[in-house]
């Protein structure tokens, strides 16, 4: 689940990790007032779910209310294009309003989950700012990790030893110990499967300061932390997906015309990978669970159909706790209820497979079934070009 940089802030701050002064606005108005109660010099900030908001525009500095009245009238509402995005950009509708800080120096520090060691991972580097990336990529000896022991948890020493390889000494480098150690808490409590700080910077006055901040939550432990949901802008994520967490889906929109609906994800995984061995185009990523009821994978179908984009359905099921036959009746169900005519090739295995596989047959739907992956994903490739 994603934030915004300023909801992420609020949270750094709760947790003694220093933040420049802002406001967060709506309106052109609101900004200039809140440029005027920063003293008028202001950082104008675009506050969408993406990184590349400043090389896509969405960051200026203001040296007057007024010029932040006007850069926040000529943000709102522009969709912003960066590298995460897409083509299609992400709208601004809020923007946060900052104080100018005089940097002296810029670090990169985050804490992350490690699939590999299923354990926190703290990356730091003393090159920070907008083109981390490309120092990973040709300075990787400047990024440094630390995986942490989930029992000892992180060590005062050891976030010495981080704020040592910055560079930083002194007075300095034990205010950064201490900001390590914070935002460890912070991604404990918080449960954070991603909480990121750059630049994390050094004024020319002496002081540390988060001068931009994302934080991810883990989508498992939402259930620990209902102020999430209000925190959520939904103007920020596809309809799609909004529908589909509504009935604990898990949806992801791809750019393909063969709607996919999995169960499991490792499933669904190797679903997408066929489709594409095979010249299909995966419009979506859908797993719905290893325990999905006729209703749940009616509604999965029917966000499937929403897709404007989608030419074909493509479902993959393996009737283990789930029957193949709940799953046909599922499938028939939405698709009469959408009065749907587009080509489904439907690959099931497992409990109930045959009486499923008669459901379809009978169903009137343009349907076929397929005993294995492989043969599923050539049948709904070659249905979509027979009637093209």
């Known amino acids: 689940m994603n934030i915004h940089e300023y909801q992420a802030k609020e949270i750094l701050g709760s947790f003694d990790i220093p933040v420049p002064r802002g406001r967060v606005t709506v309106t052109a108005d609101q900004a200039e007032r809140a440029a005027k109660m ?16 400043g090389k896509a525009g969405g960051v200026k500095v203001a040296h007057h209310p007024e010029q932040a009245h006007e850069i926040a009238k000529e943000l709102f509402g ?9 083509p299609e950009g ?9 104080e100018t800080v005089e940097v002296g120096r ?14 926190y991972c703290l990356i730091a580097s003393s090159e920070g700012g907008v083109n981390i990336e490309e120092v ?19 060590r005062s020493y050891q976030a010495r030893g981080v704020a040592l390889k910055l560079g930083l000494s002194g007075s300095i480098a034990e205010d950064c110990v201490q900001l390590i150690l914070n935002l460890y808490r912070c991604c404990l409590e918080k449960d954070c499967s991603l909480l990121e700080i750059n630049p994390l910077v050094v004024t020319k006055a002496g002081w540390l300061l988060a001068l931009d901040a994302k934080i991810n939550f883990d989508d498992n432990a939402i259930f620990r932390h209902w102020e999430y949901h209000e925190m959520q802008d939904y103007s920020q994520m596809d309809p799609l997906e909004i529908s589909a967490s509504k009935f604990d889906l898990a949806y ?21 990978d066929v489709l ?20 749940k994978v009616a509604e999965a179908f029917k966000i499937i159909l929403q897709d404007k984009d989608v030419e074909a359905v493509f479902v993959n099921i393996f009737g283990g706790i789930m029957r193949c036959d709940v799953i046909a009746q599922g499938i028939i169900e939405a698709a009469s209820e959408v009065d749907c005519h587009l080509p489904i090739v439907v690959r099931m295995d497992g409990s109930q497979v045959e009486e499923g596989k008669k459901l379809l047959t009978e169903s009137g739907l343009n349907v076929q079934c397929s005993d294995f992956l492989g043969d599923g994903a050539k049948r709904i490739v070659a249905m979509m070009q027979s009637e093209a």
């Open 136 to 154: 990973a990529e040709t300075a990787p000896e400047k990024i440094h990790t630390l995986t942490i022991d989930p029992y000892t948890g992180l």
């Open 90 to 98: 992400l709208k601004v509708r809020r923007i946060l309003i900052e």
């Open 78 to 86: 522009k969709r912003l294009v960066t590298h995460q995005t897409g």
């Open 38 to 53: 920063l003293g008028g010099h202001c950082v104008v900030k675009a506050q969408i779910y993406a990184g590349g908001r």
């Open 106 to 119: 810029e670090y990169y520090l985050s804490i992350t989950l490690d699939r590999q060691t299923s354990r």
């Open 276 to 295: 594409k061995e095979n010249s299909g185009e995966p419009a979506n990523f859908l797993d719905v669970g290893g325990g999905a009821t006729r209703e």
């Open 252 to 272: 992801i929109k791809l750019g393909g015309n063969i709607g996919c609906m999995v169960n499991g994800a490792g499933l669904a995984m190797a679903t997408l």
